[in-house]
Every structure is written in structure tokens, then in C-alpha cells.
């Protein structure tokens, strides 16, 4: 049985960083090249089969991951099953997006298409009411906030220099209320208090 955090770093090793290699080679063309030639095809669809099922079985293990991590050999498994999926003489991941995936996707594409544009829309009407709330409120917050900076710097100039106590930002609100002249009064009350 292989240590549990070198099973853990080969599994890295064999499904991330030995895939983006292969990436890497197959999308390197020439600068200027018009054209791919068959074999370099055939690499971009391996590779591109390999994320597609590798996405596919990361979300799968998020839900089942804790059902089967305690069982033993499991990462070893693992590991023997992303060699399969990597190595291009089995072209496990090629047969699995043929044969699973592919069919999958194509049962449901309809739905999936009908969902996607729904959440868009809401998405696109959830952006549009932020903004806009954004737009509408943001200039009466700033403007409020320049008017409370002036007041504040005013009330210094008055007071020889000396910060002011009213125009903290916690009264953003207005402080015109009932609530905000009693913390007023008392912030005034303990800085008497300080000074005496």
C-alpha cells in the first residue's frame, strides 16, 4: 500500500500535470501554420476527450468521494484508473466520452440548452437590477458621505483644528433621528468626560 500522501501527489501528477503537457504539445503549432495536419487532430481530440471526462469525474467524486476514500487501495486504484485514462495506447478517456458522455449529452441537449438560456436571462436581469440599484443610490450614499466630509472639516476649522465629534461614518444614515442625537449626546458627553 503506497502512503496515503503519495498516492495523493501521484494521482496530481498523472491526472494534472502529465495531461497539461500533453496539452501543451498538442495545441503548439507553428506561428503562420494554416492548417493541422491528421495527427495533430487526433492529439487536440485526445486531450480535449481527457478534460472533458476528467471534469466529468471530479464533480462525480465531489458526491461520492466520502462514500469510498476509506477503502483500501483506493487511491492506488485511482491512480492505475487516470494512467488508463491518460495513456494513449488504451485511450480509456476517448472511449469513455464516445460511450458515456457523447451519448449523455446528446439524450439531454435540449434541456440542458433550455436550462442554460433561463439562467443567463436571469443572470442578465439580476445584473441589470444591481446596477441599476447601484446607479440610482450610489450618488445619494456618495453625495451624503461628501456632505458629512465637508461638515466634518468645518466643524474642525470652528473648533481650532480639533476633530470633530459629530461626522463620524457610522451616522451615515442621517443621524437626524431620535437614536442618532442621543449617540451624538453621548459621544459629546464622554469626550467631556475625557477632558476634565
Known amino acids: ?46 486531450v480535449l476527450a481527457f478534460w472533458a471526462v476528467h471534469g466529468t469525474l471530479t464533480f462525480a467524486e465531489y458526491f461520492v468521494d466520502w462514500l469510498v476514500w476509506w477503502l483500501p487501495l483506493y487511491y492506488e486504484a485511482k491512480i492505475i484508473f487516470l494512467c488508463w485514462l491518460v495513456h494513449g495506447h488504451f485511450e480509456g ?47 445619494s450614499l456618495a453625495a451624503e458621505a461628501i456632505r458629512k466630509s465637508q461638515n466634518m472639516v468645518m466643524e474642525g476649522m470652528a473648533n481650532g483644528g480639533k476633530a470633530a465629534d459629530s461626522g463620524r461614518f457610522e451616522e451615515l444614515d442621517g443621524g437626524e433621528g431620535e437614536q442618532g442625537g442621543k449617540q451624538r449626546e453621548r459621544g459629546k458627553g464622554a469626550k467631556k468626560d475625557k477632558e476634565t
Open 93 to 139: 478517456a476517448v472511449w469513455i466520452f464516445d460511450n458515456l458522455i457523447v451519448e449523455a449529452l446528446n439524450q439531454h441537449q435540449g434541456d440542458i440548452d433550455a436550462s442554460l438560456e433561463r439562467s443567463r436571462d436571469a443572470l442578465k436581469k439580476g445584473w441589470v437590477k444591481a446596477m441599476g440599484y447601484i446607479f440610482e443610490n450610489g450618488a
Open 1 to 46: 500500500m503506497i502512503p496515503s500522501a503519495v498516492s495523493r501527489l501521484l494521482c496530481i501528477l498523472v491526472g494534472h500535470v502529465y495531461p497539461l503537457y500533453r496539452t501543451f504539445k498538442a495545441c503548439n503549432v507553428p506561428d503562420g501554420a494554416t492548417s493541422i495536419d491528421g495527427k495533430k487532430l487526433v492529439a487536440l481530440r485526445r
